[in-house]
């Protein structure tokens, strides 16, 4: 911090547990890679190397080694792994994450039609080698899941050993937890926070309006992802009230008078 501000928000500290910020790299350079960490890695906690990028995208470990001496934890998105999985190719998955040496891994079926006890299964050896992030919600519109359906699925993914359960809504942030206009299917989230628990859940929340609407509703240390490289920092100022669409949201009662209503 530049200046220290009274009334900001206390932000849990890196290593989080709570108050994580998962970036989407899309196929940034190694150049970029570093920029972005010199920028926004102290406000970042994971990356997820998005789609199958990870097949192609050149100096990719170069990449993960850049984000690890940054305190910065990459994943292969689970696109990836569903790739491995269509094909039969599991054991050759945990070779992939074994070769680059990735503490975390995506486990989802937002593309695929996976049996839940499989894919219950693939959490629990996963999570006897790495850390699993384990993503509910399917990526194609009309596959719809209902509310007692993603509380079941995010509860025992929970059990088998996911660490954090990641809520999709893709990087359009209009399927899964949003609806098709980008705004929150709010009786959905209120029952996965109430029965599942805000803090094992992990938001994906790619635009402005969605990142806000979750820091007012469960404040600065809500954990949120799918966030774009350059949005990373903006993001951090939202959560501490440093900009327009949260100022108001941690100051006292006597800073309210302050506020900008239409009658003044």
Not at 81 to 101: K, S
Not at 203 to 219: R, S, V
Request: one cysteine or more; proline letters at 3%.
């Amino acid at each position: 911090m530049n200046i220290i501000f009274p009334f900001l928000p206390v932000r849990s500290a890196k290593p989080r547990d709570t108050g994580l910020t998962m970036m989407m790299d899309k196929g940034l350079s190694v150049s970029e890679t570093e920029h972005f960490i010199a920028a926004a890695g102290d406000y970042t906690d994971l990356v997820k190397l998005a789609f199958g990028t990870g097949v192609f995208v050149k100096n990719i470990d170069d990449k993960i080694r850049l984000y690890k001496e940054a305190g910065i934890r990459a994943y292969f998105g689970g696109t990836m792994f569903e790739a491995f999985i269509v094909r039969g190719l599991f054991d050759e998955f945990r070779r992939f994450i074994d070769r680059y040496r990735v503490e975390v891994c995506e486990v989802s079926d937002g593309s695929i039609a996976l049996p839940h006890e499989e894919k219950l299964e693939y959490i629990r050896v996963l999570a006897g080698d790495v850390t699993v992030l384990s993503e509910v919600g399917s990526k194609i519109r009309g596959v719809v899941l209902n509310a007692d359906q993603w509380v079941d699925s995010m509860k025992t993914e929970l059990q088998a050993g996911s660490w954090k359960v990641i809520a999709e809504a893709r990087e359009s942030g209009t399927i899964g937890i949003f609806r098709a206009d980008g705004t929150a299917n709010k009786r959905l989230i209120d029952q996965l926070g109430k029965e599942v628990g805000n803090n094992h859940i992990l938001w994906e929340a790619p635009n402005k309006n969605q990142q806000t609407w979750f820091i007012k509703k469960y404040g600065a240390n809500v954990n949120i992802g799918n966030v774009a490289s350059a949005e990373i920092v903006s993001l951090e100022t939202l959560r501490l009230g440093l900009r327009s669409d949260t100022f108001f949201e941690f100051l006292p009662e006597t800073m309210q008078q302050y506020k900008q209503t239409p009658e003044n």
